[in-house]
């Protein structure tokens, strides 16, 4: 299994609705990361998790709140969003710090 | 800071022709990892290939090669005998080899037409 698995992949939201993104990799992966991609825009890093832990938080707003439950698994939970949210939200694992990444197919967020 | 630049916002080539992407980068560190990651209409980003800085050897898969010149802070991809599927956006990427370093730094990337 060499997939990291994105669900879901469109969600439309309320600026007052709480949702989850949900990302799982079943390739014994430790690290594990999101991106936010705005259109004709490259990735940027929001979180890192290494080894369950959070380990880098790009001084992103706290109405995103990344969760890690296990290795395989990584979520982040969306409250009180803004409409400038709207974007790709890309998840994205590697088999340690320095290795190559591995991206999900990423959620299409839009945010009313 | 590093920074990865890529000065090309558009390419087009004629299929089964060869076409080659330029990126520049800034780092003071000697070691470290680059890499060019592809993002078609799909969106999903697809690694291309890989290259260690420490190996001066240029990396190769397949139809695709670098040519990775480290003093010049260079590494270009070259694909050969294009394909329609190739058509992507091309993202030219950082990472520091440094223990706990775990940010990958991207280019503004190489939107990559083929012409059939």
């Known amino acids: 299994d060499t997939e990291v698995t994105q669900t879901p992949k469109h969600l439309v939201m309320g600026m007052t609705n709480k949702k989850s993104l949900k990302c799982e990799q079943h390739?014994?992966?430790?690290?594990m990361y999101w991106y936010k991609q705005k259109a004709k825009k490259p990735p940027e890093l929001m979180f890192v998790?290494?080894?369950?832990?959070?380990?880098i938080n790009e001084s992103v707003p706290s109405r995103f709140s990344p969760e890690c439950p296990n290795s395989s698994l990584l979520n982040l939970h969306l409250h009180a969003l803004q409409p400038e949210d709207s974007a790709l939200y890309l998840c994205?694992?590697?088999?340690?710090?320095?290795?190559?990444?591995?991206f999900g197919s990423g959620t299409q967020l839009s945010v009313l | 800071a590093q920074t990865v630049t890529q000065s090309q916002p558009e390419m087009s080539v004629q299929e089964a022709e060869t076409v080659t992407l330029s990126c520049t980068y800034d780092t003071s560190e000697s070691d470290y990892y680059l890499f060019w990651y592809k993002q078609p209409p799909s969106r999903q980003m697809i690694l291309v290939i890989r290259q260690e800085a420490y190996k001066q050897q240029n990396a190769t898969e397949n139809r695709f090669s670098v040519n990775f010149q480290k003093a010049a802070k260079s590494f270009s991809l070259k694909i050969s005998d294009s394909q329609l599927g190739d058509a992507a956006m091309y993202f030219c990427?950082?990472?520091?080899?440094?223990?706990?370093?775990?940010?990958?730094?991207f280019g503004q990337g190489t939107r990559l037409t083929i012409n059939p």
């Open positions: 390739m014994g992966h430790r690290a």
């Open positions: 990427a950082y990472r520091s080899a440094v223990q706990g370093a775990q940010k990958l730094v």
């Open positions: 994205a694992s590697s088999l340690n710090e320095v290795e190559k990444l591995f």
């Open positions: 998790y290494s080894y369950e832990k959070l380990s």
